[in-house]
């Protein structure tokens, strides 16, 4: 059993594919955390999502500032910025199951076991 740590996968669901690849990820026995910026700037960002959660407890997920624009633009609280790559998940018909589960994401992860924060 392994954890990796993944950063700023921003919608680039063929790159996270293809790095879970070459780590040889095992979703019955690894774990993965990422580390913030699920979302934006890459062409995937739905399919980064709905990955990601489909995991379930093998992935940890903290949220970055690109996830946090997300559920802002989500709940209608700041209009579409020039560089954004979020109109997928948004039009996306599992959208408000998404939103969801992202907002349950924590900020920070602990885990003691490891000595890891």
Same mark, same amino acid.
């Given at each position: 059993? &392994?954890?990796? &740590?993944?950063?700023? !996968? $921003?919608?680039?669901?063929?790159? =996270? $594919?293809?790095? +879970?690849?070459?780590? &040889?990820? %095992?979703?019955?026995?690894?774990? +993965?955390?990422?580390?913030?910026? +699920?979302?934006?700037?890459?062409? %995937?960002? +739905? &399919? !980064? =999502?709905?990955?990601?959660?489909s995991l379930g407890d093998r992935a940890v997920v903290v949220l970055g500032n690109h996830d946090l624009h997300l559920l802002a633009r989500g709940e209608g609280q700041v209009s579409y910025a020039k560089k954004d790559n979020l109109d997928d998940v948004l039009d996306a018909a599992d959208r408000d199951e998404l939103l969801a589960w992202l907002r349950h994401r924590p900020l920070i992860h602990h885990d003691p076991d490891k000595g890891f924060t």
């Amino acid at each position: 059993m &392994a954890t990796y &740590a993944i950063g700023d !996968v $921003q919608g680039c669901y063929d790159s =996270l $594919q293809r790095l +879970l690849e070459r780590i &040889a990820f %095992d979703p019955t026995g690894d774990r +993965l955390w990422f580390v913030g910026d +699920l979302v934006n700037r890459g062409p %995937d960002s +739905l &399919a !980064v =999502l709905r990955f990601v959660k489909s995991l379930g407890d093998r992935a940890v997920v903290v949220l970055g500032n690109h996830d946090l624009h997300l559920l802002a633009r989500g709940e209608g609280q700041v209009s579409y910025a020039k560089k954004d790559n979020l109109d997928d998940v948004l039009d996306a018909a599992d959208r408000d199951e998404l939103l969801a589960w992202l907002r349950h994401r924590p900020l920070i992860h602990h885990d003691p076991d490891k000595g890891f924060t």
